[in-house]
């Protein structure tokens, strides 16, 4: 069964340390993955998607089919990046075209 | 652009009473939208996938008569609670797929039932 795994509940730093939320997936075919965010109270905005291979906000990921992950990097970061992150794989099975969402992780980020 | 609204932004109802919640496409079309529950501090778990012109498909465990689902147009589904109890109460988000290929999400519904 597709599933994604976001190891780290609670994940916090200091102002302009880098950071690297952890996302692993499964499933056999090609992933179509996603990072979603949800600041305070708002509601869910797509930050990154794999295909476009863009920076968003100064976030990036990068798919390694080899490890199976898609972990979120960003080299320094600000406070106003305190949010909910949520890693999320495309469903291509029973329900097809919805998407398998990990717990998120909570990142924090100090002053 | 791709925007998704859901009314109302929050309800509170007595146990036993039905609250239609709406989930709209505001510049788009979507023959599909997804339905999901958040519970506090929790991810999100699909309970439907909703379908114009069609039957609404349930995920496992989650019941299909207590959860109404109308796709009555290209850019409205609606999601029933039908006879409401505590235990039903939740955080309600919507979604749909858009010409962006990426899943654009309502701003949730907070239902508490007392």
């Known amino acids: 069964a597709q599933r994604v795994t976001q190891p780290e509940k609670l994940l916090s730093v200091f102002k302009g340390a880098p950071v690297e939320l952890k996302c692993n997936y499964s499933y056999s075919g090609s992933p179509e993955l996603f990072w979603y965010v949800q600041y305070s109270r708002q509601r869910l905005q797509l930050l990154l998607r794999h295909i476009s291979r863009e920076s968003i906000k100064g976030f990036t990921a990068d798919l390694n089919k080899g490890e199976t992950s898609f972990h979120l990097k960003k080299p320094f970061a600000q406070e106003e990046d305190s949010a909910m992150y949520y890693c999320?794989?495309?469903?291509?099975?029973?329900?097809?075209?919805?998407?398998?969402f990990g717990k998120g992780t909570k990142l924090s980020v100090k002053p | 652009g791709a925007v998704v609204s859901q009314h109302p932004s929050r309800v509170i109802c007595k146990s036993g009473t039905s609250v239609k919640i709406e989930c709209r496409s505001l510049d788009f079309q979507a023959t599909t939208m997804f339905w999901y529950r958040q519970f506090p501090k929790q991810s999100l778990m699909l309970m439907a996938t909703s379908n114009e012109g069609s039957k609404a498909t349930y995920e496992q465990g989650v019941e299909k008569d207590k959860f109404l689902i109308n796709h009555a147009s290209l850019t409205l589904s609606t999601l029933t609670v039908t006879s409401a109890h505590p235990e039903d109460s939740s955080f309600y988000i919507c979604?749909?797929?858009?010409?962006?290929?990426?899943?654009?999400f309502g701003p949730g519904t907070r239902l508490t039932v007392l």
């Open positions: 999320a794989l495309k469903n291509y099975g029973g329900s097809q075209g919805n998407l398998i």
């Open positions: 979604s749909a797929w858009y010409s962006g290929g990426a899943m654009s």
